[in-house]
């Protein structure tokens, strides 16, 4: 099994597909690198969603994160990308991603992004 | 009267079936084997429950959950089936199950169902 | 002024009967009997209600409370049975009553009932 | 300027009476006396209010607080008149008044009043 | 780039403006002068936003901030020009400010602004 | 075995008497009746103690504080008798017992006693 | 039995003389005047002892603590008056007096007297 | 590399074996069985160390502590065989191993054993 | 009296000058510029202190500390320098200042200086 | 001034040499690879030391700190490493480091290092 950074994130078969319920993640190892100044940022990112016909397996959402640490994002957009990656990947009822980002310059950041599955 | 593990749970006379009331359970010892790798998992398992024509005794449950102890369960696959199980033999108005699992590769999962009685 | 276990609630005159407004009275000292093995129970009992004609004197629903010491009841009936007696004193416009009991073979359980005067 | 406890509050006018925006003033430092035994009670009275044409002067508040150190009191009796002097002083929009007062008799007693401005 | 109190927020575009989602900015670093005694206040300045065609960048905003160190200002009052000028600045869907401020002669004052655009 | 309040505690065999190594117990399910009221109190007893040759079994130390239940006891005399009957029945190398007893008329009161074998 | 303020406290034989045991007794309801503005001032006063031949009656501690509520004193001064008073009713072996006043000009003062008998 | 459970911990080269440091490891997912009613007991083990020509293996520290879930075992016995399979495969300088179990009967327990290499 | 920022603390004659005691003063609301970049830095000052001759008044800290709010400082210096000058006014037995600073580029600094008269 | 990973430190001048103070440093945001298995580990990092000649630059801390992140280390030998190379710029009179490293496999570990100038 690869334990290498990637993009994909691995869809299983939701093993109680008629009900809608809910899974909670959370994922406080997230960093990636400021794009201005090339720094290390460092910050904790939910994942909150009532899976549609997929789980998302949990190792290759850790590889998935780790693929960011080598990357330059800013917060606002970085939070979105993941968003539509679980979007694509796991086709989710409802999702709701948080990412908190930790203090820069005395002031701190957290981006919500919430998606509803057309009906 | 029994102190081995059991897949029963003993329902008992609700002493208030007029009234919608709510019962609040938690139980912090629950652990389970990880199918992949055979290694203990540990959670926490939480029930809110409306009760219908029973309520569930308590020593019943723990029994039940230590059933579980040397199965290997998926933390999606175990909430939904104690959810299931609870529904069967409670016949419950409303029931909310909340299994919160530890830490595992620097990632925590929170699997949430809920239950609403047809009208 | 009576010090002894009671069954009886005082109500006394609400002073402002045409506001619709809350009282809160959380109650942290409150034991029983458990029916089955006669060992003491211990919890907290919280009361959130809106008062109609009357509101309750604290020191009659401590000396209420007190009458529980060395009666056996279950969790469930117990707190249905306060939200009860509490109404027929009180006729409050709207009650909860939370008992919070403590952990009993690893597993704790709250009760919470709630009540709304008819219109 | 007085510093002597008072029964007035001193309305300022509004700086921003077109926008309905909420206050939230916290005192912990509340005090009168029991009207049963003449001793000491203490608790936090917190107002949450959406300001009218006026708000309310932060140090008349303080003197206002100031006037019930040598009051007899019940619980019940002086939030609701903390709340109906704020009303006539401030014709807020909405207002809310919490009374928390310390243990007694092992029992602790909350008072919430809330009051919406006709329209 | 420009290290100096500013006036002036600097929008950036929205990298998903399609989409309705939340930024949670914590600003735990405010102060400026009471405009009755000169002396320093100090309080933490909360913004949560639904962004429209424009993102505030985060440097700007504590440049903004700074702006009030040595003017005179009412909580009540800079709060909501706060919020103004944001929403001058970043025309934002949906703006909620909190000014959190510390005691003052034993009371603390919460102010909160929030505002939606008009469609 | 028994399940009656008992004034005697079960000293079992140290399986490790010759190390000095410390059991910490916490109680929080105590009760007696104040000696001047007849009212109930309510505290949390706690023992530290390196055994010597025996080690309290904990059945009978919650028996033992049962035992306390209905009688009359001042905070200080019941904390340093129920250290003298655990150093009477455990004989330990060094004992400490604190009682944290419930607030009363404002006022919390705490009692610590402490124990080492004479050399 | 004196429900009065009482610059008296009340020492009762200590039930324990022959031990060296400890005593904490937490007054979270403690107020003054600033002598200066003739303000009331909040704190708490702690009491840590030593028992010497007398413990204090904790009715007769309530009433003391206030006694000082309609006199004006100092932090400094009356931390060391309270503890002058109780070595002389009480003559501890051991004393600690804390006194933790609240926050006035977002400056907080917790004042600390230690007492040791002479031997 | 071996997933099954193991009496055996496996010691590793110390990196700076001249220098007196500590390592602590916390280890909340402790499981055996009471060897009165064969149920499941829980609890959390730390251990705090100097390490002598060794540090212990984090996986195999895991493994071993898996060994216990199907096995019988008091609280104070098992603390300290913990203990001594640690010394015996570490030889530090120092152990504190602490085991804090959960709540049974309303009543918790602590067992801490310390170690000092005689020299 | 003076409301305006100074560099004099102003030294009040100890009430009880004969007794070893402590005082604890924490000022949350410290503010200087960063003599790198200009910008605001904050922190929390503590002084722990054993009067000598001296008590410093509570005001006229206040005031000290604000004769910072304009002038560049690093933290170990500023320190260094608020504890020389509490020296040299208050000429206390025994002083401890702590300075904690806010967290800049993801590291937070505490300094902590330690004074004892000389005998 | 450089903003790129380094593996030295900046010592500047200590600006109160003769005076033996402390300096507490925690730095959140430290993260490396396992050396097992190539993944990401994530840890915080205190220094609490005593300065001689020289204090610490921060900014030259953060990027000495930096320098980890794409190095494999196992935490006991990175924590003895960080304070060998803080102990060879600084030249401090006493030091530790703490190096607390996240949960792997349901274990925790924090490695602390002390070091004290030889006299």
Request: with cysteine; glycine share 6%.
């Amino acid at each position: 099994m690869s334990t290498q950074p990637s993009k994909e994130l691995d869809p299983i078969a939701n093993p109680y597909p008629e009900r809608d319920y809910e899974i909670l993640i959370e994922a406080p190892e997230f960093t990636t690198l400021c794009p201005k100044t090339g720094q290390p940022d460092f910050g904790v990112i939910t994942f909150r969603y009532h899976p549609g016909p997929y789980i998302i397996e949990l190792k290759s959402l850790k590889l998935y994160l780790w693929s960011y640490r080598d990357e330059g994002h800013f917060h606002e957009e970085v939070t979105n990308k993941i968003a539509d990656d679980f979007i694509r990947f796991a086709k989710p009822k409802y999702l709701e991603v948080v990412g908190k980002y930790n203090v820069r310059g005395g002031i701190s950041t957290t981006v919500r992004v919430e998606y509803r599955e057309e009906k």
